[in-house]
């Protein structure tokens, strides 16, 4: 029983950080309409910063000052980042917002390497807290149990500072409706800094409080991160009580899962988070959102079929193509494979977002299940590759099956989180089930067949098969089925007045993204070789944004375009610098700052400017002069 | 008229939210070919009632009879499926696309193609899309891009789109709100001239009493939840309540207004 007891507390004295990055995240959501992917960077980097300072300044003093200092640098940089950057784009889509902070997460990752080195660093233990204190036998560490006074006292003072103070009445309000907020003559901008100002103190010190607990590393970004949606998702976004009351149902469930599931105890987690979106889909303390105000101004280029003439140029662009093993060499053609399958992914994913206007952040969960799927079938069935490569990717399919369900019930926001800590289960099952998946060391020798074995014949067959995927979703895009899912994505409420069972149509287009992109993931085992859980990951994830984002998310095949770009750009820049990530960050910041068009759309638009504008319609002429 | 089969019969219908009896016991009647008119002042319970019978509001007790079917607490699209079209009150159309795709959208799900991933929809009933627009007088404005529409344009394409499924019933939520007073006679005289021709039953709300008592052949007033009137718009121009709430409205406030603040 004792044993218990202290495994609860030990789950409560988790909970304490969780709580406090995830009401930062909550917060900032609630006035800004922001979800702030870089939280989880502020948290690593307040461990960071605290690290440094409390091996500096020594005694009780130079440690809880430390602390603090810690939390309040970190906030600075989070109002330099919110001024220079997010102010930039709080107009724009969500996706983009999520994905420029996405970017500055990489950036992050990279610069706390530079300065701080790769390796764990473990810090000081809390003065006054050293200790443990006996509980019938068991140990429970002091500092554990200040961790679990410290949760509901934020919480208070979190409470009192929304109730009791001007400031927070402001912020109470601008969550309702910051339109309205800004129109009583509230001055909007520093508001936002002051509220993000903080949501970062609040993840900073959640931080800098894991010191003491756990070592410092550059990995710890991305952990909490997904632990955070995971939290804000249960909870209710903007609910500072959901983002408490959740924190510690979360923690609770880690700390028993590990008992019932040694292995997977993340899918009691997960399990918990399916019945409450099924019971309550905006978390158990969260609302619907009010529709927003629509961004005026939001000008959509036509879409099309080809033209004659432009089918022609495609299938002349194709013919080059396959040409390549005439002049190539083999590097040449692996890396002319690899950029084919990552047009099939990135047109998987464009499907979902340009035509049902859903943006999965997880997109790499059936990318990834398609590639274990071929693994799994040759290695453990031996089966012939032929039959590998039509089967593998129906575990991607039935993936999408399973977890679209749970996805297409939410949109926005709360969609890109949600498919985003379904990968990260994924990858987690993949990482941890070592008996099937070999874990960490995943699944090696799944090469093709002699058929396809030169690097010129899988170069082919890898085209080929994007020329068809490609194709297959640009016929969809025009068939009354893509006419019904833009449907559902324009006007929601038009689309059920006529009969279309919205649920019904994004479910059936994320299973279709799921299915092609595990025919990519299918197709990568075999190029690799091998398959990892990083095929699984969330950085393939963004990846793959990136690529629909480059190409232009409001075209019918910029993704073909943004995948051979951007994966071209990737393979070069890797062999060039260490700093990858710095300079990806970097270069995602730049795109959604200064072409959120992307390739194509940019394209389009200059197009359509040239093109001489329609003539009026005799008819509209005619009806003029009546009215008059 | 008299002949005309029965459409629409609600019995009862009744819908409260905490004390607040949005909704009581309001029971009417619809023929085909015959255009309704549900008035009232603000917060009588027009949108309610409405809500429930298209779908997006369950009433707490009462029967809806649509077209031989209860349909109480039905989806809008189980609703749609029947033939009912209908308009919003804020046009909700699909602005990325063409006004003949709009069209053709509707037209798709009319013929059960919804799930169809070969086709092409542009090609998909041209000419059904084009007649519906020649009907309602947007054919010139055919291959435009909806968000480009005015208003009044949007308005009539709404129209166009629920024709499409050759509804027996169209339910019609402020049809005229926020356009130019010429522009709100055109279109509900286009819409009476759609009705008689193809007999089609109409009920619709509307705040613009010039609109209500032009076109309407029966009106339906209801106050804080209940029906107070019904009859000819000439019947209910001489009813001594309803002109008490359109006419008195400010006395009645001021006398209650006094009670309250003197309890």
Known sequence: MAFYIVQFLTGLASAASLF??????????????????????????????????????????????????????????????????????????ELFQLLATFGLTLMVEDLVVLIWGPSDLLGRRAPGFRGAVDF????????????????????????????RTRWGVLVRAATQDRDMVAALGVNQKWLFTSVFAVGVFLAALGGALQIPRDAVNHALDLQIIVDVFVVVVIGGLGSIVGAFVAAVLVSELNAFGILIFPKISIILVFLVMAA?????????????????????????????????????????????????????????????????????????????????????????????LGAYGVALLAKMAGLPMIVCLLLGPLLGCLGAAVFGVFAVQLSGVYFAMLTLAFAQIVWSIAFQWVAVTGGDNGILGVWPERWAASPSHFYWLSIGIAALAVIALRIIVFSPFGY??????????????????????????????????????????????????????????????????????????????????????????????????????????????AFPKGIVGMLETIRNRRRPKLSKPASLTSRIETAE | MNAAPTLLSVEGLTKSYGGIHAVRGVSFALKAGEI????????????????MLNGQNVPDSGRIVLLGEDTAGEKPRAIWRLGVGRTFQIT????????????????????????????????????????????????????????ELAYGDLKRLELAIALANQPKLLLMDEPTAGMAPRERIDLMRLTAQIAKEQSIGVLFTEHDMDVVFEHADRILVLNRGTLIAEGSPAE????????????????????????????
């Open chain 2, 92 to 147: 909700a159309t699909f602005p990325t696309m063409t006004v003949r795709e709009n069209v053709q959208v509707a037209l798709v799900s009319f013929e059960r193609q919804l799930f169809n991933l070969w086709g092409s929809t542009p090609k998909f009933e041209r000419d059904e899309a084009g007649r519906l627009l020649e009907l309602v007088g947007m054919a010139g404005y055919a291959e435009r891009p909806c968000g």
């Open chain 1, 136 to 163: 019938f036998g068991q140990n429970i560490p002091s500092y554990d149990l200040f961790l679990i006074v410290l949760g509901p006292v934020v919480l208070g003072i979190l409470w009192l500072l929304f109730q």
């Open chain 1, 276 to 368: 409450v979106l099924i019971v309550r889909p905006w978390g158990l303390f969260g609302k619907q959102e009010a529709p927003a105000r629509r961004t005026p101004g939001l000008t959509v280029n036509p879409w099309r079929p080809l033209t004659s003439g432009e089918r022609l140029a495609a299938i002349a662009a194709l013919a080059l193509a396959a040409g390549l093993p005439l002049v190539g060499g083999n590097y040449a053609l692996t890396v002319g494979s690899e950029i084919a399958i990552f047009v099939i992914f990135a047109v998987s994913l464009h499907f979902l977002m340009a035509v049902g206007g859903l943006a999965s952040f997880g997109h790499a969960a059936y990318f990834g």
């Open chain 1, 20 to 93: 406090l990055v995830a009401s930062g995240l909550s917060i900032i959501f609630g006035v800004t309409r922001i979800v702030n992917f870089a939280h989880g960077a502020f948290y690593m980097l307040g461990a960071y910063v605290a690290f440094t300072l409390t091996e500096q300044f020594s005694g009780a003093i130079g440690f809880w000052g430390g602390i603090v200092v810690a939390a309040v640098i970190v906030a600075l940089i989070g109002v330099l980042v919110e001024m220079v950057l997010l102010r930039r784009i709080y107009h724009a889509p």
């Open chain 1, 484 to 593: 019904a899912l833009r449907a559902t994505r324009d006007s929601p409420l038009r689309g059920e007045a006529i009969g279309i069972d919205g649920k019904r149509i994004q479910w059936t287009a994320f299973v279709i993204a799921g299915t092609v992109a595990g025919i990519a993931g299918a197709l990568f085992a075999y190029l690799k070789g091998s398959v990892f859980p990083d095929s699984l990951g969330i950085s393939l994830s963004v990846d793959a944004l990136v690529m629909v984002l480059l190409g232009g998310v409001e075209t019918v095949s910029g993704g073909v375009v943004g995948a051979i770009v951007y994966k071209a750009l990737n393979i070069w820049l890797v062999s060039r610098t260490d700093l990858s990530k710095l300079v990806l960050g970097a270069f995602i910041v730049l795109i959604v700052v």
């Open chain 2, 36 to 51: 309704l008119a549900l008035i009232g002042p603000n917060g009588a319970g027009k949108s309610t009632c409405f809500d």
């Open chain 2, 236 to 263: 209910v121009r001489r009813n001594p309540q309803v002109r008490a709430i359109y006419l008195g409205e400010g006395l009645v406030y001021d006398a209650r207004h006094r009670e309250g603040a003197s309890a």
